[in-house]
């Protein structure tokens, strides 16, 4: 029985570490996958037709009047409608509306507060109300903790009008607020999220859409069913991608990324946020979800090393870090971020890696307050409300 436990503790060691050794190897590829994500000159638009931009609100947070204020100040040469939706009353982001509307008086800025709900997805339920009052026939949705350039606007139009483009979303990266957890919640972003997203895109692996950007036609909307068609699922936007694909039309990925704020400021904020999401992506692409275990290589090599004791391969550990702080400068030159927290990474691999694990313990999910269960269609089952 010893002889038995023994070799078994062997082969896990053996795995462990050839996962990790693919996972170096999987660094290197992504290091690749970031250089060729290289931002080209403006694209030019053959058009510049009216846009209504959407932004969902709900509650505040430290950068949302900057956040919303860089929409307000698009460099786009026609008529740009921005519609704020809240679904309640007493809404503080309400505040922060009223005092864009003051500072941008030129805009063409409107508020609905609509308490109605379609589904369970709460987002998206205020997107049903919201979008009755677009004028325009471009739609842009995008979620109210994000930030952009003045030329973000120009650039989703030009991609929308390119031959057989249905919708046009972009990738983000993370902008950490305050503190080592919003840090951390960046770290995620940047260093998992972002370069799994790259190589996925790279050998066409990789089919996303992020509510970051959903820029859409009406008639589009309309030809696949309206939000309505979402308003259960909790990976709405992945779910609306796909809806536009199996219409025939494309959804083209931007080679640019927008800024996503990360706003944790606890260990338990960080942790049901990010396992909501990795939930969330486990249950929409389960294969391809499972494949991302070989990318956390020094959790891997670790346990190696634990299983195994020291010996030649507990380099792959220290292989492990080097390819990491590899991919994080890489990521950090491509995309102009300024991060100096380099000795983070490794705590962040370790923390990804626990994630992973935890992402397969159960189906519920915590968001905006609310704990709901994914049944088998991946719909939302609303169970109440989080208990603090």
Same mark, same amino acid.
């Given at each position: 029985m010893d002889e038995f436990f023994a070799?078994?503790? &062997?082969?896990?060691?053996?795995?462990?570490?050839? &996962? &990790?050794? @693919?996972?170096?190897?999987? &660094?290197l590829v992504a290091i690749w996958a970031v250089r060729s994500f290289v931002r080209p000159a403006a694209a030019q638009a053959p058009s510049y037709p009216p846009v209504t931009i959407l932004k969902p609100l709900h509650g505040t947070q430290p950068n949302l009047y900057a956040d919303l204020a860089g929409f307000c100040a698009q460099d786009y040469p026609a008529a740009v409608q921005i519609v704020f939706g809240v679904d309640d009353p007493d809404d503080p982001a309400i505040a922060v509306v009223h005092r864009l509307a003051a500072n941008f008086p030129d805009r063409d800025l409107s508020l609905v507060v609509n308490a109605l709900r379609h589904g369970e997805n709460r987002k998206v339920s205020n997107l049903i109300n919201m979008v009755g009052s677009a004028r325009h026939q471009i739609l842009v949705v995008s979620d109210s903790d994000i930030s952009v350039a003045p030329d973000y606007l120009a650039d989703v139009v030009a991609g929308l009008q390119q031959p057989g483009v249905g919708l046009v979303t972009c990738a983000y990266y993370g902008k950490p607020v305050a503190g080592i957890w919003a840090r951390l919640a960046a770290g995620a972003v940047n260093y998992h999220f972002l370069p799994n997203v790259?190589?996925?895109?790279? @050998?066409?692996l990789a089919r996303p859409c992020f509510g970051s950007t959903m820029a859409l036609r009406k008639s589009t909307l309309a030809a696949i069913g309206g939000f309505e068609a979402v308003v259960d699922q909790l990976a709405d936007d992945y779910v609306l991608g796909a809806l536009v694909r199996r219409a025939g039309l494309a959804v083209c990925v931007l080679n640019r990324a927008v800024a996503h704020d990360c706003v944790e400021s606890s260990a338990r904020q960080l942790l049901r946020h990010e396992v909501r999401w990795a939930r969330t992506i486990r249950c929409v692409e389960p294969l391809g979800y499972l494949g991302l275990g070989i990318t956390h290589p020094l959790p891997l090599a670790l346990l190696g090393l634990a299983f195994g004791g020291l010996g030649p391969a507990a380099l792959i550990a220290v292989a492990a870090v080097a390819c990491r702080l590899a991919l994080q400068s890489e990521i950090d030159h491509a995309f102009d971020l300024h991060d100096d927290s380099f000795w983070l990474e490794p705590l962040r691999d370790i923390l990804s890696f626990v994630i992973f694990v935890m992402s397969y313990c159960g189906r519920d999910v915590e968001w905006g307050g609310h704990r709901y269960g994914l049944r088998a269609d991946n719909s939302l089952a609303y169970y109440g409300e989080v208990e603090t």
């Open positions: 070799n078994s503790l &062997a082969w896990a060691s053996v795995l462990c570490y050839a &996962a &990790a050794a @693919f996972g170096c190897v999987y &660094a790259l190589v996925g895109l790279k @050998f066409g």
